[in-house]
Nanobody
Framework: QVQLVESGGGLVQAGGSLRLSCAAS????????MGWYRQAPGNQRDLVAT???????DYADSVKGRFTISRDNAKNTVYLQMNSLKPEDTAVYYC????????????WGQGTQVTVSS
C-alpha cells in the first residue's frame, strides 16, 4: 500500500501563486509516475501534470507555461508550482501515484482545495 499526503491548497486571488506538495510513503516502487489531477464541481477528474521517476513531464494544455511539476525522489515527494492562477483553475487537486509491478497499481491522495477568486 502507498499513502499520499497532500498539502498547500488554499484561497488565492487571480494572478497569484500556490505550491502543492504530495508526500508518498509505504510500499514505494522505484519506477513510478506521480502527478496531479483536478476536479471541479460537476466535472470529471482531469489531468493537470505528471512526472516520471526520471523527470519526464507532461502537462495539460490549459496549464502549460503557468504550472511546473517537480519531484524529490529522496523524499518521495512531488510538487506543483502554480503561477498566474485563474478562476478556472478552481478545483480539488488530487495527487496520483502509479506504477507497474505485477499489474497496474494506482493510488490517490485525499485531495486539496484550490480556490482562485476573480
Amino acid at each position: 500500500q502507498v499513502q499520499l499526503v497532500e498539502s498547500g491548497g488554499g484561497l488565492v486571488q487571480a494572478g497569484g501563486s500556490l505550491r502543492l506538495s504530495c508526500a508518498a510513503s509505504g510500499s514505494i516502487f522505484r519506477l513510478n509516475v506521480m502527478g496531479w489531477y483536478r476536479q471541479a464541481p460537476g466535472n470529471q477528474r482531469d489531468l493537470v501534470a505528471t512526472i516520471t521517476s526520471y523527470g519526464s513531464t507532461d502537462y495539460a494544455d490549459s496549464v502549460k507555461g503557468r504550472f511546473t511539476i517537480s519531484r524529490d525522489n529522496a523524499k518521495n515527494t512531488v510538487y506543483l508550482q502554480m503561477n498566474s492562477l485563474k478562476p478556472e483553475d478552481t478545483a480539488v487537486y488530487y495527487c496520483n501515484y502509479r506504477y507497474v509491478n505485477q499489474g497496474y497499481n494506482v493510488y490517490w491522495g485525499q485531495g486539496t482545495q484550490v480556490t482562485v477568486s476573480s
